[in-house]
């Protein structure tokens, strides 16, 4: 490699460093974990080798995405450079899975359900059935499966307004808590009260809905790991009970709607109060989980800000 090669190169890479965001780092070192947990667990994981191309191929995308958007002045790269954190979010959420139980092959239900009963002194899972009825399915399933796109809007809300500055911090604080929901998922496996205090295969006929309800069940059921017509649901379903990930990202997409005067915040007030309450009641989580869950949202959006300052310090120092 010649000299003039090298400082090319050189030149390249500190353009790339000096548009290195907070959630790229958030990415890559989930990434880097993930990847680490593949080689570990490596026999006990039939796709490990697929995980392992896979997270290669993550990482590299998010590189050229920093480069493309460092050297050119594309609109699409731009974009493309904020919201790449959406499916990265999910995909990471499905990884974590895979590894939950070889790390941690212990539930907590039990436990879960001891603390429930100790805060409220009852299953509130099955003390909310008795308010249950077709019409407040519908409408707390509906709000339940909004999860996914209520921060989605708020994005997209920052882009249109141009707000690329307040894009940036609002991509940071939705990776940095999610990925901090994910790790939690570690600390206390759980499958959740429709499998323990409840008839997983009556949900249905116990909780029935209008129209959409089945068919929403469905999907969530299969994004959770329960593939239709599985035989032993229980031994196969995501351990993403404790905490409620659903209230905490709920909260901190609120939070930060109110941060930035979105003109859907009570919107969603109204629907992430909804799908909040809906957790236990479509018998998805405990209520400690929420509790747990809230608790999380008020720690570590505050916290996303420190980290993120130092990382800068630490980019600012690489580029020197």
Sequence with gaps: MTSHDHNTLQGLLQRGVAHIQAYDVYTIIM????????????????????????????????????????LTTVPLFAVLRRFYVIPMIYLMYDQVHTYVQLVHPVDYDAQLIAADRWLFGCDPTVWMGQWSSPALTEYL????FLFYLLPIMQAVELWRKGAWDDLDVFARGMTFCYFISYLAYFAMPAIGPRFTLHDFNATNVELP???????????????????????????VVNRDCMPSGHTMMTLVNILLGFRFRSRFRWIFVVIGGSLI?????????????????????????????????WMNRIRLHLRA
Aim: aromatic share 10%; with cysteine.
């Design 31 to 70: 990434l880097v974990l993930f990847t680490a947990l593949a080689l570990a667990y490596y026999p006990y994981i039939p796709v490990a080798s697929s995980k392992l191309v896979l997270n290669a191929f993550l990482a590299g995308s998010v590189g050229a995405l920093i480069l493309l958007h460092a």
């Design 141 to 144: 399933q509906l709000c339940y």
């Design 277 to 309: 309450l809906s957790t236990v009641y479509l018998r998805y989580h405990y209520a400690v989980d929420l509790l747990v869950g809230a608790l999380l949202a008020v720690a570590t959006l505050p916290l996303e800000p420190i980290v993120a300052t």
């Design 209 to 235: 809905g209008l129209w959409l309800t089945p068919w929403l069940r469905d999907i969530v059921n299969i994004g959770g790991g329960v593939a239709l017509g599985v035989t032993d649901p229980a031994s």
